[in-house]
């Protein structure tokens, strides 16, 4: 779906331990290039290219994969990027935080070695070779880039990052200036037509999660997009304002 020029919101169907739902990576394309945000899940990596394919994009070469934070929903589709030699022939940026669990030199925060031996188990086996070698026993590091707060990146027009901790460490968000939209990552989720904080159940310091709302308040938004939810027009700062108010 297209949220603005330059700026497409995709909708894939993913399974997590046994639960299906819908997640939302973003494609910032520039007049030569396209820039992806988040990876989706296990395999999905055909699915969002195939989208990119379909909607012309991929005419440009992908310069670079931004990953907001460390999750499994958010990194797994990343290895089906790499070339048949493991290279990445694009720039990837992460926050410090979240470094080394992208990088592999650590473990998921969230997802327990035995739940993550169980997930691979039900994908096919080159998908799980392709995440072992990347994420469990990696050559290499993946990160190549470190976002810090603040930062504008010179990406549709400018992407604007904003250190959102709380949801892991490392958790970014990002305000496309040439839009007003508010990509949320985890910080913010859509429920039941609602704008609401990040899950408690899947948040590792609520309390932080809560305050990073208030980094959202400078930045005038017209549009929000959520990785679990989708997209929302109007009143998102008042929406904000209220959320922070009643935390």
Known sequence: MQIADGLEMLELEMKLSGRTMMIHPVIVSDRDYWTLIDTGMLGQATDIISYAEQAGITKKPLRSIILTHQDIDHIGGFPGFLSESGEALFEVYAHEADRDVIDGKAGLIKF???NLAAELETVPAEVRIAFENVFIRPTKPNVKQLLTDGMVLP???GLTVIHTPGHTPGHVS?????SKTLIAGDALVIHNGELQPSSPYSTVNMELALQSLEKFTPFDIETVVCYHGGLM????????AALITNK
């Open 112 to 114: 327990p070695p035995e």
């Open 233 to 240: 027009h109007g009143d998102i700062n008042k929406q904000i």
């Open 155 to 157: 990406v549709g027009g």
């Open 174 to 178: 990002l305000y496309h200036q040439a």
